[in-house]
C-alpha cells in the first residue's frame, strides 16, 4: 500500500540555518525601515523579471491556447515591476494598505467563525480580536506604518522561522510502500 509518512528531520544545517535566521531577523528587526525599502525594491525586480519572463513565454505560445492570459499576466506583472521600482514609497504604502486590509479581513473571518458549532471558540476569538485590532491599528495610522510595518513583518518571519528551525527541524514527507494498514506507521525492513 502506497502512503505517506511526515517526519521530523533535525541536522546540523538546520541549526546553522536556524541561527542565520535568528541573527537575520533580529537585524531586520533593528533596521525596519532600511528592510521595508530593500523588500519593496526585491519585490519589484521579482515582478519585473517574472514579466518580461511571462512575455517571453508568451511568444512561444503564439498560435496555440494561453496566449492571451499569459501575455496579458506578464504585461501587467512588468508594469507592475517598473511602477514599485520607480515609486518605492507608493508601493510601500499601497502593500501596508494591503497587509492592513488583510489583518482586519481575517480577523473579521475568525470571529465570525467562533460562533460555528464544535469550533475552537477561545482561540479564534482571541486571534480574530489581534487580527482585527492590528488591522484598525495599522489603517488608522497608514502614513506612519508604510515604513515600518513591512520591515517588522518581515523580521518577526526570519526570526520565528528561526526559532522554529531551532526547535523542531525541517518536517519532510516520506513516499512509502510499506505502511502497516492497522497502525499506520511504517514496518521495520
Known amino acids: 500500500m502506497t502512503g ?3 517526519e521530523r528531520r533535525h541536522s546540523m544545517w538546520d541549526v546553522i540555518l536556524g541561527v542565520l535566521l535568528v541573527i537575520a531577523g533580529l ?14 525594491l526585491l519585490l519589484g525586480w521579482l515582478a519585473l523579471v517574472a514579466g518580461v519572463v511571462a512575455l517571453v513565454a508568451a511568444i512561444f505560445q503564439i ?22 521600482l520607480r515609486n518605492p514609497g507608493a508601493a510601500a504604502l499601497t502593500l501596508t494598505l494591503l497587509a ?3 489583518f482586519l479581513a481575517g480577523g473579521i473571518v475568525r470571529l465570525i467563525m467562533a460562533f460555528d458549532r464544535g469550533a475552537p471558540r477561545a482561540a479564534l476569538i482571541l486571534s480574530g480580536v489581534i487580527g482585527v485590532v492590528l488591522g484598525l491599528i495599522v489603517l488608522f495610522n497608514l502614513f506612519t506604518a508604510t515604513f515600518t510595518l513591512l520591515g517588522v513583518l518581515l523580521g518577526v518571519q526570519a526570526l520565528s522561522d528561526g526559532i522554529m528551525l531551532l526547535l523542531f527541524g525541517r518536517l519532510r514527507v516520506r513516499r512509502t510502500d510499506d505502511l502497516d494498514r492497522t497502525t499506520g506507521n511504517v514496518r521495520p525492513r
Open 100 to 102: 492592513g486590509a488583510l
Open 4 to 6: 505517506a509518512v511526515l
Open 27 to 40: 537585524v531586520i528587526l533593528a533596521h525596519v525601515f532600511l528592510a521595508t525599502v530593500v523588500s519593496v
Open 63 to 84: 498560435g496555440r491556447g494561453g496566449f492571451w492570459a499569459t501575455a496579458l499576466s506578464g504585461g501587467l506583472l512588468l508594469v507592475l515591476g517598473l511602477m514599485m
